[in-house]
Structures are given as structure tokens and as C-alpha cells.
């Protein structure tokens, strides 16, 4: 083994001294002179050595790594009288090892700059064993961007943010007991932000250590929310304006209609509107002209627009005169624009045609 790690002999027949056959060098790249070398130390210093790792060169200069470890030998005077200098090749181990500080440092890139923020915690329970806090154990820098939050790690929720959401504890007690993952999206009034997280945890049952993967949506929930009532502030426009709005899909041909619509054409929520039902509600003196008009507006080559006035007999049968208007959306294909859509709305003018017949105009 000797030979094989040195690449010669043992005991080289015009050796003087370890250094006069031997070469090595620090891991640092310095070479190791002649007491530094493990069983030197061991027989001039006393010196007892675990682990030092040396890149040994062999006669035909490659570079073998071996890990030494060395000790004196005493007699019973406790004066040293010689030592003992155990060493292997550790050459695959370091291979590995590197292989692993690289991976290590190409993951930990990807943790630092990845757009998410990311945590381990580490899970607290009381007396009773019911989960009450948690500590930080380790976070990427988006985490302090995402949640405003001072560096963290070593520190509590609790200390942090003094009242925090009791449902962290709840959910990453969960993940803990179960091993499930728990996607949720949920708030932290201290911080008047709101999260979309992915929690999981590490290791196996037992594990205290959960890892939490979340975005900062608290813009995006805002925008929701303002959406969302500036969609009932146009539902309750339409209402009172006596408005029905509509979507008629051309591939499907279904008319998507809002309550308002659905009442127009004296059908329930849990009725398919078609445009062939709508098409046979119109007075059959007016649906060659509407089913025209809405030919010519899907035209491509037309101006999109939809305009019509046509007598109306829900499905109560009583004659209804109807406004009804829209626009088409087309989408750009290889074979050319094509409509898809036509977005509009229907208005219940029937006082007009009162009117009319009173004052004998039809």
C-alpha cells in the first residue's frame, strides 16, 4: 500500500532523510518541509495527529491526496522512542466531497437568487405538546424583501412579530405531524401582507424542521379586490339600467348571459342558453334580419359592430321589444382574422312598442 500511495519504496537505499525522497504539499498549495511532515511532529514534538489531509507526489508527479494520522510511542519513562503514522488515500473522498461543495454552492446560488422566498423553521411546542411558535433556522434574501421582515434566523415568530397569525403554528404544526404538503394562501396582519405558500417538511416523522416556499401577493390580492368590486359596482349599474350583458362563444355557440339576460329570455341559471334557443325566441318577422346582422358583423372584413331592434317572445310567451347590441373580438390565425366572440348587452325598450300600438303606428 506504501508503494502504491508513494509510487516507490519504502526505504529508498540512498534516502537520509524523509525530505530527500519525499514530496508533499499543504492543501493551501505550500510544500511540507521536512518537520512538518505527521510522524516527524509525532517523534520530535509529542504531536498527536488526526485527519491532516496532504497531497502526496509521486516519482511520476502525479498528486495522490492521503489523509494522515500520527501519535508518539513511549516507554514506560514516558520518554518517546519512536512514533506510528497511520495514512490512506482519500483522493475519491475528496472528489466527492468537492463534487458535493460544488452542488452545494450551484443550489445555494439558485436559493439566494431564486424570485421566491424560502425558510426552515424549526417547530415549538408547549407543555401539553401543542404547537405554539417556531424558530428561523435559515432564509434566502428574497425573504426579507417578500415579508419586510429583519433578518430572522435564531429568532422566534413570536419575538419577531409579538402577535403573529396564530395559523402559522396551526398550519406548520400540520405539515410536522402529517408529512403533507399544505398549499394555502394566507395573511399576516402584522405585516399587513398576504402569502401564497407552499409548506412542507424536512426530514421524516418525528422531524420538527418544516420549509416554507411563498410569494408576497398582497398587490395582487388589492387588485383582485378592487376588480372584483368594480365588477359589483357594474352589475348593479346594469341592474338598475334594466341591462342584460351577454357573450356569444362562436365556436361553442353558446350565449353566456348574466342573470338579467337570463331573465330576458325567461330561462333559470340552470339553463344552456344557445344561440339557437335565442334565435327562436325572436319574432319570426324579425329573425332573418337579426341572424343578417349578426353574420355581417362576424365578417371579418366587416366593421364589428352589432346593432339590432327586434320583437322578442320569451319563453312566457309575452311579446317583448328588445334592443340589442355588440362587438366582436377576433384573434389573428395563420389563415387570417377570424371572430370569436361578440361581447354585448340586451335592453328591454317594450314601453316603445306600447306606445307605438297606442298611438297606432304599428
Known sequence: MFDTLWGQPAHPAAARTH????AGFHLDGRPVASGEWPGARAVLNGEVIKDEVYELVQRDG????CGFAAGPIRDQNGQ???GVVLFRDVSEER????????SEEKYRGLFEEMDEAYAVVEMIADASGRWTDFRFLEVNRPFMRHTGMPYPVGRTATDLLRNPNPRWAELYGR??????????????VTLGRVFDLNIFRLGGPGSRRIAVLFTDITERKRAELALQKGEQRRLVALDMAGIGD????VASGELHCSARA???HGVGPETRVEIELHDRLIHPDDRAAVQAARASALDPAGTGEYFMEFRFLPVDGTERLMQSMGRVIYEDTPDGRRA?????????????LSVARHRGII
Not at 502525479?62 to 491526496?65: F, G, H, S, T
Not at 472528489?95 to 460544488?102: G, N, S, T, V
Not at 351577454?246 to 362563444?249: R, V
Not at 370569436?340 to 316603445?352: E, F, L, P
Request: no cysteine; hydrophobic share 40%.
Open 95 to 102: 472528489r466527492i466531497q468537492e463534487a458535493l461543495r460544488h
Open 19 to 22: 525530505g530527500d525522497v519525499y
Open 340 to 352: 370569436v366572440q361578440i361581447i354585448g348587452a340586451m335592453i328591454d325598450v317594450t314601453h316603445r
Open 62 to 65: 502525479r498528486r495522490v491526496a
Open 262 to 264: 337570463r331573465a330576458m
Open 246 to 249: 351577454w357573450a356569444y362563444d
Open 175 to 188: 405539515a410536522a405531524d402529517t408529512g403533507e404538503s399544505v398549499r394555502l394562501e394566507e395573511g399576516e
Open 80 to 82: 518517546i522512542t519512536g
